[in-house]
């Protein structure tokens, strides 16, 4: 289906199956329709479309290629990564990636985009990877970073409105000015352990180290540091 678009029509009842042995990448030209669509633990290669249906597989991911667009409008059920070859991933669903590690590779070029604006955060279960995730626009994009409870290092750098570090599992941040967040806005850690990688990580943050969280900081540049 390297070339065609599939559309899990809500008026079908059929479904479709991965029979190749072993974990594999599957190519689908597009995907439409808002039935949904289990693929286990294999990779499913995405062009463009605008998909209404629950992306879901235990160990599963997610690779958009191509120059087109592909919208996810339900949340996602598939806990493997997710990684944008090119074009663009909109999410128009906060929870579309709540159990995916966004892998922002540097072999990539598409972005991450998302449909709408405010205070409820958009969550990505966990990040890693060396490309920036710039969500400046539109303005007042929250996210919330680490709900698969894995653990994962990050390269490069968040740009958004704001950012919570969620779950149990350590984000380690491996550069300097790890996270770009708005003048006078605070990071919050609710749980596990945003871990700083880099001396520099949070120079151009806010911590707020808030009652009603559980999570924690680690310093974990060998040596004395400043």
């Known amino acids: ?8 029509n809500a008026d ?3 479904a479709l199956a991965f029979l190749v042995p072993g974990r594999q990448t599957y190519q689908i030209g597009g995907l439409a329709g808002s039935r949904n669509v289990e693929f286990g633990d294999n990779t499913l290669a995405v062009g463009s ?7 879901s597989g235990d160990g599963g991911s997610l690779w958009k ?10 949340p996602g059920a598939f806990t493997g990564t997710t990684r944008i070859g090119g074009g663009s991933l909109r999410l128009a669903d906060r929870e579309a990636l709540a159990g995916s590690v966004l892998d922002m590779n540097a072999a990539d070029a598409g972005t991450l985009q998302v449909a709408t604006s405010g205070t409820l955060p958009y969550s990505i ?3 890693k990877g060396i490309r920036n995730l710039d969500l400046r626009s539109p303005s007042q994009v929250f996210l919330a970073i680490g709900g698969n409870d894995q653990s994962t290092t990050y390269s490069g750098t968040v740009f958004a409105a704001g950012f919570v570090k969620t779950g149990t599992g350590t984000l380690t941040l491996a550069s300097g000015s790890a996270i770009g967040l708005p003048t006078g806005t605070a990071l919050r850690v609710n749980a596990g352990v945003l871990g700083l990688g880099h001396v520099n990580s949070l120079a151009n ?3 707020d180290m808030n009652a009603d969280d559980a999570g924690a900081l680690a310093f974990l ?3 004395r540091q400043t």
């Open 65 to 74: 290629v191509g120059a087109g667009t592909l919208e996810l409008r339900a």
């Open 221 to 223: 540049v060998p040596g």
């Open 49 to 55: 479309g605008t998909f209404a249906g629950v992306l």
């Open 12 to 14: 079908d009842a059929g």
């Open 205 to 207: 943050a806010i911590v």
């Open 1 to 8: 289906l390297a070339n065609a678009i599939v559309d899990m």
């Open 125 to 127: 279960g966990g990040l």
